[in-house]
T-cell receptor, first 115, second 112 residues
Framework: DQQVKQNSPSLSVQEGRISILNCDYT??????FLWYKKYPAEGPTFLIS?????DKNEDGRFTVFLNKSAKHLSLHIVPSQPGDSAVYFC??????????????FGTGTRLTIIP | DAGITQSPRHKVTETGTPVTLRCHQT?????MYWYRQDPGHGLRLIHY???????DKGEVSDGYSVSRSKTEDFLLTLESATSSQTSVYFC???????????FGNGTRLTVT
């Protein structure tokens, strides 16, 4: 039972345009969400997080939006750059005070930025 | 890579043989984790450690054991490797149990 779903296995976006990666979750107890980025032959790296007390968190070109009623979050990358080509994992847990042992990952979306 | 080294980076082994993967950190972080990454499953937690000699099971712990005799080293052992354990294994560390994870570069294990 996949509690965190990334329904788009892949996404291609023109350089300079906006990339939108989506993530849905089913567990209503989840209230802390993270995005990780992974390049080939490397480990994932933390990108950005959001807790359920907010509906938006921004860090440079990266913004995460959380819609609690829809159990949906999205990562926006503006403008998209070739170095953004990677696999993006969404992850969720029962709260910022809960340990990583409770973290559930999605299956990932491969983003390709077309020059 | 936050001072995390995984070894070996690649390994091919036969069914039924024991295999040990090593994770070494230079950050003196308390928490260490072993994950496996498989297509269609994302990252799944195998075992984790919250201190020297303190370990616990994750979501997919069957067939795996771990040991942590020093802060810097966390070993993952496949007691008798099976083809279903062919995967990419990632070690991760954090200073606090709820902080974002810092991952190593992975070990690709193939069981034939």
């Amino acid at each position: 039972d996949q509690q965190v779903k990334q329904n788009s296995p892949s996404l291609s976006v023109q350089e300079g345009r906006i990339s939108i990666l989506n993530c849905d979750y089913t567990n209503s107890m989840f209230d802390y969400f993270l995005w990780y980025k992974k390049y080939p032959a490397e480990g994932p790296t933390f990108l950005i997080s959001i807790s359920s007390i907010k509906d938006k968190n921004e860090d440079g070109r990266f913004t995460v939006f959380l819609n609690k009623s829809a159990k949906h979050l999205s990562l926006h990358i503006v403008p998209s750059q070739p170095g953004d080509s990677a696999v993006y994992f969404c992850a969720a847990s029962g709260g910022a005070n809960f340990g990583n042992e409770k973290l559930t990952f999605g299956t990932g979306t491969r983003l390709t930025i077309i020059p | 890579d936050a001072g995390i080294t995984q070894s070996p980076r690649h390994k091919v082994t036969e069914t039924g043989t024991p295999v040990t993967l090593r994770c070494h950190q230079t950050e003196n972080h308390r928490y260490m984790y072993w994950y496996r990454q498989d297509p269609g499953h994302g990252l799944r937690l195998i075992h984790y450690s919250y201190g020297v000699k303190d370990t616990d099971k994750g979501e997919v712990s069957d067939g795996y054991s771990v040991s942590r005799s020093k802060t810097e080293d966390f070993l993952l052992t496949l007691e008798s490797a099976t083809s279903s354990q062919t995967s990419v294994y990632f070690c991760a560390i954090t200073e606090q149990g709820s902080s974002p994870l810092h991952f190593g570069n992975g070990t690709r294990l193939t069981v034939t």
